[in-house]
């Protein structure tokens, strides 16, 4: 509470003075705590650090975010599956990797068991035709991927489902067999019988990733635990996703 109360000061400070001088100056910040009786590493609490001011930049200039408030500003910061605090398993699982791409993959695993889905995937996109970039997928059914499925959609087959998929943060669908569904391309799949899914959104509007559950063996009425997961997922996924992304690009630059 200190070091956000602090960092807040320096902000409103720095703009007072950037105003006086007559320039353009920004200050943000990301704050990271060790809490508990067995502690952590340094090198997890700076990367806690990093992933809370990569959210305070995309929040806009002059933002302070502690880390502990990524997860703590959804509906449900206590998701119990099982015995266990879901958001507390991927936060710790998430801040302490160092392949980023590989622990999305256990993730998926874990929550497809954790929620007995037949698919779970997350994909990263990229250009006009929103291509896959990068796809992570944990499939069950034997059926086929759904990065194949997706590939076989036209652009403007694409536009579209992300233009309806996009007009809320999740897109439920217990019947992907009803009349309305099977209207939209990613949903007409004789494979897959019920879909949560969510597209992941750049500031203005437009789609750069999705993530999303599936069920092929039955329609299911999806449960408010599922929906706040996944709502969860779709936002912390995002910062992580975006930091990688770019410290790529400061070592491509090196």
Not at 36 to 45: A, F, P, Q, Y
Not at 203 to 210: A, E, H, L, V, Y
Request: proline letters at 2%.
């Amino acid at each position: 509470v200190k070091a956000q109360a602090f960092a807040e000061q320096i902000t409103k400070a720095l703009s007072v003075s950037a105003f006086d001088l007559g320039c353009d100056l920004s200050f943000s910040a990301g704050i990271s705590s060790c809490e508990g009786k067995g502690g952590c590493s340094g090198d997890t609490m700076y990367k806690k650090a990093q992933i809370a001011l990569f959210d305070a930049k995309n929040n806009g200039k002059g933002t302070v975010v502690c880390f502990s408030d990524i997860s703590a500003g959804f509906k449900n910061p206590d998701i119990i599956v099982n015995g266990e605090n879901v958001v507390e398993y991927v936060m710790n699982k998430l801040s302490s990797c160092t392949d980023i791409r590989r622990q999305i993959n256990e993730l998926l695993e874990y929550l497809g068991k954790q929620f007995a889905l037949t698919d779970a995937y997350a994909a990263e996109l990229g250009g006009s035709d929103n291509k896959i970039v990068s796809f992570y997928e944990w499939n069950t059914s034997g059926g086929r991927p759904v990065s194949e499925l997706y590939n076989e959609m036209t652009i403007s087959d694409r536009t579209a489902a992300f233009e309806y998929l996009a007009s809320s943060d999740i897109y439920y669908c217990s019947d992907c067999a009803s009349a309305k569904e099977r209207s939209i391309p990613l949903t007409a799949s004789d494979d897959i019988k019920s879909m949560l899914c969510s597209v992941l959104t750049d500031k203005d509007g437009n789609p750069w990733g999705m993530i999303g559950f599936n069920d092929r063996n039955r329609k299911r009425l999806w449960t408010q635990q599922e929906t706040d997961t996944l709502r969860f997922m779709a936002h912390i996924l995002g910062v992580f996703l975006k930091h990688d992304r770019e410290i790529d690009n400061i070592l491509l630059w090196k």
